[in-house]
């Protein structure tokens, strides 16, 4: 099936597939926020509101680039109680129609903070001219989870202007990371066999399974861009969750029930992880044998953080789209969330 590219085609129809592969193309783009900036030492924290695929560019942040101020991501209609004129609140949301993060922004901007905001258009864009606020505009036509890295680049683009970014030269390495990028998917493309194709593969061996995905924290933001992916692409539901946390409860809820585990557990490894988190994968893998699914590790490849951050990431799109269509699915709608939000409306 998998290699049937006329089924592909057919199933795949607002080519997910194609956008996957071309998501390097992402991190080219050119984000104009005019000769705005912030004065060096005005702001004390970063607060970024933003929900579902929106807020993906905000947690692949916090590995990298970092910040070099306290840094929160605020998924809710509130913000947090310290919010003020010392704050630069970033409101991000692809659609620029989000209910809850217009309305945080709204609570924002009764503190007094400094506001920017990334969107493709929508009430967002009509408030950030309304107010004059810098204003990051996002391609629009796509689904959010699939416009990730547009929205880290104009994230980027707005720390590295603000002089909040603890990584130096964070455009240019994201610059370099698309070449990396733009070469590393060729072997998961529709047209490369299932034989010689590690995406596909790991699509047949979760079929018919629910996915679990796990991982240090410096690979974290890609494991939850995997169960995002799993739910929105392949409607088939998913969890993620993190090392060390994972040791101090869930690690134990894997030795009993349900005794019929049907799941498929993945994990992602980073020759970046901390040496006790290597360690406790291998002893978890060990101790677990025979109590839960062997686990399907996948190795990051690329020499950077944020080599084998896009690597895991963009390799977690192909699987899922493989899924999506081993399940008999179009991969890109939303249906039930678009007839959710028009109900919650009602």
């Known amino acids: 099936m998998l290699d049937d590219l006329k089924y592909i085609h057919e199933k795949d129809a607002q080519d997910a597939l194609g956008i996957a592969e071309k998501q390097w193309q992402q991190l080219e783009h050119i984000f104009d926020l005019g000769t705005w900036s912030c004065e060096p030492g005005s702001i004390h924290n970063v607060v970024f509101g933003g929900m579902g695929g929106s807020a993906l560019a905000a947690l692949i942040s916090q590995t990298w680039p970092?910040?070099?101020?306290?840094?929160?991501?605020?998924?809710?209609?509130s913000i947090p109680a310290y919010v003020?004129?010392?704050?630069?609140?970033?409101?991000?949301?692809?659609?620029?129609?989000?209910?809850?993060?217009i309305e945080a922004m709204g609570r924002a901007?009764?503190?007094?903070?400094?506001?920017?905001?990334?969107?493709?258009?929508?009430?967002?864009?009509?408030?950030?001219?309304?107010?004059?606020?810098?204003?990051?505009?996002?391609?629009?036509?796509?689904?959010?989870?699939?416009?990730?890295?547009?929205?880290?680049?104009?994230?980027?683009?707005?720390?590295?202007?603000?002089?909040?970014?603890?990584?130096?030269?964070?455009?240019?390495?994201?610059?370099?990371t698309s070449m990396f990028l733009k070469n590393v998917v060729m072997v998961w493309r529709a047209d490369v066999?299932?034989?010689?194709?590690?995406?596909?593969?790991?699509?047949?061996?979760?079929?018919?399974?629910?996915?679990?995905?796990?991982?240090?924290?410096?690979?974290?933001?890609?494991?939850?861009?995997?169960?995002?992916?799993?739910?929105?692409?392949?409607?088939?539901?998913?969890?993620?969750?993190?090392?060390?946390?994972?040791?101090?409860?869930?690690?134990?809820?894997?030795?009993?029930?349900?005794?019929d585990k049907p799941y498929a557990v993945v994990e992602l490894?980073?020759?970046?992880?901390?040496?006790?988190?290597?360690k406790r994968l291998d002893v978890t893998n060990?101790?677990?044998?025979?109590r839960w699914p062997n686990p399907h590790v996948v190795e990051a490849k690329g020499d950077t953080l944020l080599e084998q951050l896009l690597y895991t990431i963009a390799m977690g799109d192909f699987v899922s789209i493989y899924l999506a269509l081993?399940?008999?699915?179009?991969?890109?709608?939303?249906?039930?969330?678009?007839?959710?939000?028009?109900?919650?409306?009602n």
């Open 66 to 77: 970092g910040y070099n101020v306290p840094f929160e991501i605020s998924r809710d209609y």
């Open 84 to 101: 003020s004129d010392k704050t630069l609140y970033i409101a991000s949301s692809y659609s620029g129609n989000t209910e809850e993060t």
């Open 109 to 176: 901007r009764e503190k007094g903070a400094n506001i920017v905001v990334i969107a493709s258009g929508g009430k967002m864009q009509e408030l950030a001219h309304e107010y004059s606020y810098p204003f990051a505009q996002i391609p629009s036509g796509m689904q959010p989870r699939h416009a990730a890295l547009y929205s880290l680049k104009a994230l980027v683009t707005v720390l590295e202007k603000a002089g909040l970014v603890a990584q130096e030269s964070a455009e240019a390495s994201l610059h370099q």
């Open 193 to 259: 066999k299932t034989v010689d194709n590690p995406a596909k593969q790991l699509a047949l061996e979760m079929s018919g399974k629910s996915p679990v995905v796990y991982s240090g924290p410096e690979l974290f933001p890609a494991a939850y861009k995997w169960k995002i992916s799993f739910n929105e692409n392949a409607k088939n539901v998913a969890w993620c969750n993190r090392f060390p946390e994972f040791n101090h409860n869930e690690f134990l809820g894997w030795t009993s029930h349900p005794v």
């Open 269 to 278: 490894k980073s020759t970046h992880d901390h040496e006790r988190v290597t």
């Open 286 to 290: 060990r101790l677990l044998s025979g």
């Open 326 to 345: 081993l399940n008999g699915l179009n991969p890109t709608p939303v249906d039930l969330i678009e007839k959710f939000k028009a109900e919650l409306n």
